[in-house]
Protein backbone atom coordinates (compact mmCIF):
# COMPACT_ATOMS: atom_id res chain seq x y z
CA UNK A 1 0.00 0.00 0.00
CA UNK A 2 2.79 2.66 0.91
CA UNK A 3 4.48 2.03 -3.01
CA UNK A 4 1.13 3.29 -3.96
CA UNK A 5 1.17 6.04 -1.43
CA UNK A 6 4.48 7.14 -2.52
CA UNK A 7 3.58 7.50 -5.83
CA UNK A 8 0.77 9.65 -5.49
CA UNK A 9 2.97 11.88 -2.88
CA UNK A 10 5.86 12.58 -5.16
CA UNK A 11 3.69 13.39 -8.13
CA UNK A 12 1.67 16.41 -5.95
CA UNK A 13 3.33 19.89 -5.56
CA UNK A 14 5.16 20.97 -2.10
CA UNK A 15 2.61 22.68 0.00
CA UNK A 16 2.81 24.43 3.04
CA UNK A 17 -0.41 23.64 5.02
CA UNK A 18 -2.45 20.45 3.52
CA UNK A 19 -5.22 18.55 5.76
CA UNK A 20 -2.79 16.14 7.52
CA UNK A 21 -4.03 12.71 8.80
CA UNK A 22 -2.85 13.44 12.36
CA UNK A 23 -5.47 11.78 14.38
CA UNK A 24 -7.60 15.05 14.15
CA UNK A 25 -10.00 12.92 11.34
CA UNK A 26 -12.62 11.40 13.21
CA UNK A 27 -14.59 8.53 11.67
CA UNK A 28 -18.44 8.75 11.39
CA UNK A 29 -20.54 5.62 10.75
CA UNK A 30 -23.62 5.11 8.74
CA UNK A 31 -26.81 4.40 10.91
CA UNK A 32 -26.37 0.16 10.79
CA UNK A 33 -23.33 -0.27 8.58
CA UNK A 34 -19.80 -1.66 10.04
CA UNK A 35 -17.06 1.19 9.85
CA UNK A 36 -14.42 0.72 7.44
CA UNK A 37 -10.55 0.37 8.84
CA UNK A 38 -8.73 3.86 8.46
CA UNK A 39 -5.18 4.58 9.44
CA UNK A 40 -3.88 7.95 9.57
CA UNK A 41 -0.48 8.54 8.82
CA UNK A 42 0.29 12.19 8.15
CA UNK A 43 0.84 12.62 4.89
CA UNK A 44 -1.26 9.78 4.20
CA UNK A 45 -4.34 7.80 4.55
CA UNK A 46 -4.78 4.02 4.18
CA UNK A 47 -8.31 2.81 3.90
CA UNK A 48 -10.06 -0.96 3.86
CA UNK A 49 -13.12 -1.24 3.19
CA UNK A 50 -14.40 -5.04 3.51
CA UNK A 51 -18.55 -4.59 2.91
CA UNK A 52 -18.29 -1.74 5.01
CA UNK A 53 -19.28 2.15 4.38
CA UNK A 54 -18.43 5.29 6.55
CA UNK A 55 -16.65 8.61 6.69
CA UNK A 56 -13.75 10.09 7.29
CA UNK A 57 -14.55 13.26 8.69
CA UNK A 58 -12.60 16.62 9.53
CA UNK A 59 -13.54 20.27 10.43
CA UNK A 60 -11.95 22.66 8.30
CA UNK A 61 -9.87 25.02 10.11
CA UNK A 62 -10.89 28.83 10.24
CA UNK A 63 -8.00 30.14 8.01
CA UNK A 64 -8.54 27.85 5.30
CA UNK A 65 -12.69 28.38 5.26
CA UNK A 66 -12.07 30.53 2.08
CA UNK A 67 -10.48 27.82 -0.10
CA UNK A 68 -11.21 27.89 -3.63
CA UNK A 69 -9.14 24.61 -5.00
CA UNK A 70 -8.24 21.64 -3.89
CA UNK A 71 -5.55 18.71 -4.79
CA UNK A 72 -5.09 15.60 -3.46
CA UNK A 73 -3.70 11.89 -4.59
CA UNK A 74 -5.20 8.79 -4.32
CA UNK A 75 -4.36 5.16 -5.38
CA UNK A 76 -6.24 2.13 -5.34
CA UNK A 77 -4.81 -1.67 -5.30
CA UNK A 78 -8.17 -3.27 -5.21
CA UNK A 79 -11.70 -1.67 -5.76
CA UNK A 80 -15.26 -2.74 -6.67
CA UNK A 81 -16.72 -2.81 -9.81
CA UNK A 82 -19.20 0.23 -11.50
CA UNK A 83 -22.26 0.86 -9.91
CA UNK A 84 -25.30 3.44 -10.61
CA UNK A 85 -24.30 6.37 -8.30
CA UNK A 86 -27.64 7.66 -8.60
CA UNK A 87 -29.41 4.73 -7.65
CA UNK A 88 -29.90 4.88 -3.82
CA UNK A 89 -28.76 1.61 -2.17
CA UNK A 90 -27.03 0.16 -4.59
CA UNK A 91 -24.50 2.72 -5.15
CA UNK A 92 -20.98 1.54 -4.26
CA UNK A 93 -17.36 3.54 -5.06
CA UNK A 94 -13.72 2.94 -4.45
CA UNK A 95 -13.39 6.37 -3.17
CA UNK A 96 -15.15 9.46 -2.53
CA UNK A 97 -14.06 12.91 -0.99
CA UNK A 98 -16.57 15.32 0.36
CA UNK A 99 -16.08 19.28 0.36
CA UNK A 100 -19.01 21.10 1.99
CA UNK A 101 -20.09 24.66 2.55
CA UNK A 102 -22.59 26.42 4.29
CA UNK A 103 -23.80 30.09 5.16
CA UNK A 104 -22.56 32.37 7.38
CA UNK A 105 -24.99 32.44 9.99
CA UNK A 106 -25.35 28.25 9.96
CA UNK A 107 -21.09 28.53 10.12
CA UNK A 108 -21.31 30.40 13.36
CA UNK A 109 -23.73 27.82 15.25
CA UNK A 110 -23.25 24.83 13.85
CA UNK A 111 -20.43 21.83 15.02
CA UNK A 112 -18.37 21.53 12.05
CA UNK A 113 -17.03 18.56 13.38
CA UNK A 114 -20.47 16.83 13.50
CA UNK A 115 -20.81 15.72 10.18
CA UNK A 116 -24.55 14.17 9.93
CA UNK A 117 -25.98 16.89 11.37
CA UNK A 118 -23.80 19.45 9.22
CA UNK A 119 -24.49 17.44 5.48
CA UNK A 120 -28.72 17.75 6.91
CA UNK A 121 -28.56 21.27 7.31
CA UNK A 122 -30.64 23.08 5.16
CA UNK A 123 -28.02 25.93 4.11
CA UNK A 124 -25.74 23.13 3.44
CA UNK A 125 -23.83 22.29 -0.06
CA UNK A 126 -21.81 19.70 -0.43
CA UNK A 127 -19.92 18.32 -3.43
CA UNK A 128 -18.53 14.38 -2.90
CA UNK A 129 -15.50 13.83 -5.93
CA UNK A 130 -15.99 9.91 -6.54
CA UNK A 131 -13.86 7.47 -8.30
CA UNK A 132 -16.37 4.89 -9.53
CA UNK A 133 -19.40 4.49 -12.01
CA UNK A 134 -18.56 4.59 -15.34
CA UNK A 135 -19.82 7.94 -16.54
CA UNK A 136 -17.52 10.56 -17.91
CA UNK A 137 -14.95 12.72 -15.81
CA UNK A 138 -15.95 15.56 -14.97
CA UNK A 139 -20.60 14.13 -14.92
CA UNK A 140 -22.31 16.16 -11.89
CA UNK A 141 -25.51 13.65 -10.36
CA UNK A 142 -27.79 14.70 -7.74
CA UNK A 143 -27.14 12.79 -4.96
CA UNK A 144 -30.10 10.47 -4.02
CA UNK A 145 -29.40 10.75 -0.16
CA UNK A 146 -29.39 14.32 0.02
CA UNK A 147 -31.20 17.28 -1.86
CA UNK A 148 -28.27 19.47 -1.06
CA UNK A 149 -25.39 16.92 -2.23
CA UNK A 150 -24.04 16.32 -5.26
CA UNK A 151 -21.78 14.04 -7.11
CA UNK A 152 -18.17 14.88 -9.45
CA UNK A 153 -17.74 11.89 -11.05
CA UNK A 154 -13.48 11.96 -11.64
CA UNK A 155 -12.38 8.63 -12.39
CA UNK A 156 -14.32 5.28 -13.53
CA UNK A 157 -14.54 2.15 -11.08
CA UNK A 158 -10.74 0.35 -11.34
CA UNK A 159 -7.77 0.52 -9.94
CA UNK A 160 -4.38 2.59 -10.22
CA UNK A 161 -3.04 6.29 -8.97
CA UNK A 162 -3.95 9.24 -9.70
CA UNK A 163 -3.54 13.02 -8.74
CA UNK A 164 -6.89 14.90 -8.01
CA UNK A 165 -6.67 18.66 -8.53
CA UNK A 166 -10.50 20.54 -8.72
CA UNK A 167 -11.81 23.61 -9.21
CA UNK A 168 -14.09 23.52 -5.93
CA UNK A 169 -15.59 27.48 -7.18
CA UNK A 170 -16.47 26.30 -10.24
CA UNK A 171 -17.68 22.81 -9.65
CA UNK A 172 -20.05 24.48 -6.99
CA UNK A 173 -21.36 26.96 -9.78
CA UNK A 174 -21.84 23.84 -12.23
CA UNK A 175 -23.54 22.05 -9.44
CA UNK A 176 -25.52 24.80 -7.45
CA UNK A 177 -25.37 27.68 -9.61
CA UNK A 178 -24.27 30.04 -7.42
CA UNK A 179 -20.51 30.88 -5.60
CA UNK A 180 -19.43 28.56 -2.64
CA UNK A 181 -20.47 29.78 0.85
CA UNK A 182 -17.78 28.62 4.08
CA UNK A 183 -16.14 25.64 3.38
CA UNK A 184 -16.70 23.84 7.30
CA UNK A 185 -15.67 20.35 6.64
CA UNK A 186 -14.15 17.89 4.00
CA UNK A 187 -14.59 13.88 4.55
CA UNK A 188 -13.18 10.73 2.94
CA UNK A 189 -14.94 7.57 2.68
CA UNK A 190 -14.98 3.86 0.82
CA UNK A 191 -18.40 2.26 0.04
CA UNK A 192 -18.14 -1.60 -0.57
CA UNK A 193 -21.28 -2.64 1.59
CA UNK A 194 -23.96 -3.18 -1.64
CA UNK A 195 -21.72 -5.32 -3.88
CA UNK A 196 -20.16 -6.85 -0.77
CA UNK A 197 -16.54 -6.03 -2.12
CA UNK A 198 -13.43 -4.98 -1.36
CA UNK A 199 -11.26 -2.49 -1.84
CA UNK A 200 -7.90 -1.61 -0.41
CA UNK A 201 -6.90 2.37 -1.08
CA UNK A 202 -4.48 5.57 0.29
CA UNK A 203 -5.25 8.65 0.03
CA UNK A 204 -3.11 11.72 0.41
CA UNK A 205 -3.28 14.87 2.66
CA UNK A 206 -5.94 16.73 0.83
CA UNK A 207 -4.27 20.75 -0.14
CA UNK A 208 -6.55 23.25 0.08
CA UNK A 209 -6.11 27.08 -1.63
Known amino acids: MWCLLAF ?20 QGFLRFSSNDYAQGGDGLQIVSDGTVSLLWKAVPPRLRGARSASWGWAVAEGVAATDLRRRGGDDRNLAMYFAWTDAATAERIDPARA ?42 GTGQHVERVDL ?10 APGVLVGVGISADSDDTGGRIRASVTAPDLR
Open 116 to 157: GRLLRAPATRVLVYVWGDDDARGTIQVSPYLAGMRTVVLRPA
Open 169 to 178: AADHRRAFGT
Open 8 to 27: VLLALPATAEPLAFDGSWRA
